[in-house]
């Protein structure tokens, strides 16, 4: 999935990996949230991963990410690249709010 995540919006893959492996796009504000996802698995689409990824809250990513290269799930590295990773998931932010926005509700 990070490689898929990675493929789709060029951001580096153990990027997404951190965020996966710390469950990082499960942590949703339900009070604020369209939507609540409950799983990721081989058959989640990316698109809507890609938009959880970009409306989710950047200190969540940053501890999250920062967790994973501590417990030498991801390297040092990718904890000193979170924020240019999150500067470049801004901009699906806006197609991700639309998609919220008027997607999701014509499926219901």
Do not use: G
């Not at 990082?24 to 058959?43: C, E, G, P, Q, V």
């Not at 990773?85 to 901009?91: G, I, S, T």
Request: glycine letters at 0%.
């Amino acid at each position: 999935m990070a490689h898929r995540l990675s493929e789709a919006s060029k951001i580096d893959a153990a990027f997404f990996y951190a965020l996966l492996r710390k469950n990082t796009l499960l942590k949703n504000d339900f009070a604020k949230s369209f939507h609540a996802r409950l799983m990721i698995d081989i058959n989640t689409e990316i698109q809507p991963l890609l938009y959880d990824a970009a409306l989710a809250d950047p200190k969540t990513i940053q501890r999250d990410v920062e967790a994973a290269a501590k417990e030498l799930i991801v390297s040092d590295n990718v904890a000193k690249e979170w924020k240019r990773n999150v500067e470049l998931l801004q901009q699906y932010k806006k197609k991700a709010e639309e998609y919220y926005k008027t997607t999701i509700p014509e499926k219901c």
